[in-house]
């Protein structure tokens, strides 16, 4: 079967939007009716965290959801057979987000695998580096059709850009500022950045994150790239509320 | 230090790596940070500038070379002939000023404008508050809420010192989670400031550029030792390990040497066996914490545990990528002490010697009780720190003795 993803950049270049919410957030089995929310309000694709005790790249909307849902009882393990259940429902490429070592404990042969038999069309995965990518991961991960997205962030320089261009295989995460998720309000003093990005037409279609927060900062960001993915705004959106569906598609309904 | 050249088997390789441990686990926004650092810090720590102001600094403002003492009373009760290695009577404390020294000068000549740093104990932060007021170089320090509590005298000393000290408010808000937030900090100030890592821990090249820093102390050992012993080893070496800095400058000379036996004291906790543990060889399995790939304390879904120990210094649930590497070859000697074990050795080194040493070094003195000494063995322990920082928790325990 071909990977979600590729069908989604196949038949749209502009204007996608991604959500990101963390796995067993607010409750433990809320991760599939706020997934199948999210496709029926619209989204293009979904990120699913997984969530992590020490979230280094995280600020403190995703950082808390991940304590929650790890006091939930919500596991790597859990999330992948929850997936099972997803798949029978939801048909937009899914990419799970997370870190490192809770895909170690898994084991990364059973992790590509799993991936595989359950529908996950790609991973994030912050702080695994291209280095180690290449040397210990990329062949296993290609042998279960899994795409492993970089992170592109302004101060990557040109030449790196371009090595991370010819090694992705899904699309390019432009992260928005140099900073931790959700820390900012907003892409203000990005645009040089992402216009930078957009000028050398890179083999990848990319996709910003880190910010957006909004209507008007996905169309910004959108002006420069193919899509923007929504983290912290979306995970605040749904904390604290009754009714997560009404809330994850009233939070779509603003942005478009 | 002068040895830029050698290579141990048990040094870093190219890739970053101590056999299987290491590496850098950074996200891409951490990545020019960290290439610059590897990219220049060989470079400029042999430099022979970087050299002269490093040496000086150590000897006229840390007081360097810290004296090796021969514990005679602490000799005669444990049947060996004991060294301690008086890291304590440096400037601000501990060892840590070795590296925060080596440090401050490295980000200088990187032309960084701010420094921050993570701190457990305290002792690091008061370290790196320290170098920073002497360089006058801005310093925020993460410290967990836990710990501003239960050290409280160290951050009076940083903020006197003109620090900035920022509560870890997430997780166990301990050493780890001031780890993180500093990290994070990192991640939102890219360009100007450097991190000050206080152990032998975090993605390469710290592990390497942090052991270099403390290998005075064993560069020492080997000179005191042949002038008092008229050969430049000794039998053992003890030390206490959390991120295991000060074991890594007093094995490091040595971790060549086979006839050195490199005994590494973690912080037991409760014991082994509880849930109030620190003890990462004995608890722990092999993952990534704060970018390296090391032995952690962790769940079986890959959730970092939550650590305890009395000492703040050694209640970190991994340890540097260099001990695991020790530990799973078997070059070193991995044993633990519990609180009370540690508490004890330290009201008997203020009976027998006069010396009040820090919580985190009383573990390694813990175990001259736990070993078996030849008559004539020569055995250093690396005294660390001294127990100023801890005398609340000193006296709570000994008011409770003499109930």
Known sequence: ?256 | MSDSGTQSKYSVNKRGFYGDFGGAYIPEMLYPNVKELEDNYLRIIYSESFQKEFRGLLKDYVGRPSPLYHAKRLSEKYGAKIYLKREDLNHTGAHKINNTIGQILLAKELGKKRIIAETGAGQHGVATATVCALMNLECVVYMGAVDILRQEPNVKRMLMLGAKVVSAESGSKTLKDATNEAIRDWINNPVDTHYIIGSVVGPHPYPDLVARLQSVISEEMMEQLQEKEGRNYPDVVVACVGGGSNAAGAFYHYLDNEKVQLVAVEAAGHGVDTDKTAATTARGSEGVIHASKTLLMQTEDGQIVEPHSISAGLDYPGIGPIHAHLFKSGRGTFVSATDEESVAAGFELCRLEGIIPALESAHALAYLKKAKFKKDQVVVVNLSGRGDKDLATYIKWFDEMRK
């Not at chain 1, 929650?68 to 799970?96: C, F, W, Y």
């Not at chain 1, 991961?137 to 040109?158: A, W």
Request: aromatic share 8%.
């Open chain 1, 1 to 256: 079967m071909m990977n979600r993803l590729d069908l989604l950049f196949q038949k749209k270049e502009s204007n996608i939007l991604s959500i990101f919410t963390t796995a067993g957030y607010p409750k433990l089995n809320d991760t599939l009716p706020v997934v199948k929310a999210l496709q029926e309000a619209g989204v293009d694709f979904i990120e699913i965290g997984i969530p992590f005790s020490d979230p280094l790249a995280d600020g403190p909307v995703i950082q808390d959801s991940s304590t929650v849902a790890i006091e939930n009882g919500m596991t790597l393990k859990l999330l992948l057979s929850q997936m099972e259940d997803i798949r029978k429902e939801v048909s937009l490429p899914i990419l799970l987000m997370g870190y490192i070592n809770p895909v170690l404990q898994y084991g990364i042969e059973n992790f590509a695998k799993k991936c595989s038999e359950t529908g996950v069309d790609g991973i994030i995965i912050p702080d695994l580096p291209m280095r180690e990518y290449l040397e210990d991961y990329k062949q296993i991960f290609d042998q279960y059709n899994l795409k492993n997205i970089f992170l592109v962030t302004p101060q990557t320089s040109e030449e790196r850009i371009r090595f991370i261009d010819e090694h992705s295989n899904g699309f390019i995460y432009l992260v928005s500022s140099s900073s931790t998720t959700g820390k900012k309000a907003g892409i203000d003093g990005a645009e040089e950045y992402l216009s930078r990005i957009q000028k050398m037409n890179l083999k990848s279609p990319t996709i910003v994150g880190f910010n957006i927060s909004n209507k008007e900062s996905f169309l910004k960001a959108t002006k420069y790239a193919s899509g923007a993915i929504i983290g912290s705004a979306f995970v605040r959106a749904i904390t604290n509320q009754a009714d997560v569906v009404s809330a994850a598609k009233n939070f779509v309904h603003t942005i478009r």
